[in-house]
């Protein structure tokens, strides 16, 4: 007669009960409804600013920061115009309640208009549901006085925290730093600035410049700028031109 030894079957039992157990917890924990999400409100996993693109072509995107009385910028709308580009331009609040046909000029010359936000301050720290005031205002106010949408924020100190890229997303803005920075906002001359941002430039950045009156060489530097970044090989460009927006 065979003997079977009970104790060794209730072993075999529980080893197959933990595999099948372990398997099953795998696959629970793999499924797609317990993944956490990368984008929403409110979401653990926040994704980052827009600094730069993968262009299939060698682009690159200048955008300027306006902040500060108009002398400045419009000498660099001269300039761009008469090299036949085209740039984004971010306004912060104060800038358009002063000077909002100034606002409306940047847009008929065939620029972008986003916002800095309705004051020039770090908004990191803010309750989140103020980021979402801050950022709902001022895309407004530019809204109302563009006569169409504006789809890019830049936060004023140039980083993002996650409380507000959340918020730039509850306000349905794409938020946008930068690959380069000029530095031309920290006193350089236009030489030094020139040198900066053409030998530092790769395929894809976004630059940062800054169109306000405490900066004055910016306008000066831009000429050289441009012919530098070209005779590179670059192709001068809005930020829509180098990332298109998805209106899905």
Not at 92 to 114: M, N, S, W
Not at 126 to 131: A, R
Request: charge should be positive; charged fraction near 25%; hydrophobic fraction near 45%.
């Amino acid at each position: 007669m065979l003997f079977i030894d009970r104790a060794w079957l209730v072993r075999r039992g529980v080893v197959v009960v933990t595999l099948c157990l372990a398997l099953f917890t795998i696959n629970f924990l793999r499924s797609p409804a317990l993944q956490p999400a990368s984008t929403g409100p409110g979401s653990q996993a926040i994704e980052g600013p827009l600094t730069r693109a993968d262009s299939p072509d060698d682009r690159v995107a200048l955008t300027f920061d306006v902040t500060w009385q108009k002398t400045e910028l419009t000498k660099i709308l001269d300039v761009l115009d008469a090299a036949g580009v085209k740039a984004t331009f971010f306004v912060g609040g104060t800038f358009l309640q002063l000077y909002p046909d100034t606002v409306k000029e940047i847009a008929r010359r065939g620029h972008e208009v986003g916002t800095l936000g309705q004051q020039i301050r770090d908004l990191a720290g803010m309750p989140e549901n103020e980021i979402v005031a801050n950022l709902l205002g001022s895309q407004s106010a530019l809204t109302k006085t563009l006569g169409g949408p504006v789809r890019y924020f830049r936060p004023p100190t140039g980083q993002a925290a996650p409380e507000v890229l959340r918020a730039a997303r509850h306000a349905r803005l794409v938020t946008v730093t930068y690959a380069l920075d000029s530095q031309d906002h920290l006193g350089l001359t236009a030489d030094q600035i020139v040198r900066r941002v053409v030998r530092g430039a790769s395929r894809g950045d976004i630059i940062r410049l800054t169109a306000s009156d405490f900066a004055p060489e910016t306008a000066k530097a831009l000429p050289r700028i441009i012919e530098g970044l070209e005779r590179r090989g670059f192709k001068v460009v809005r930020l829509s031109d180098l990332v298109p927006i998805d209106d899905g």
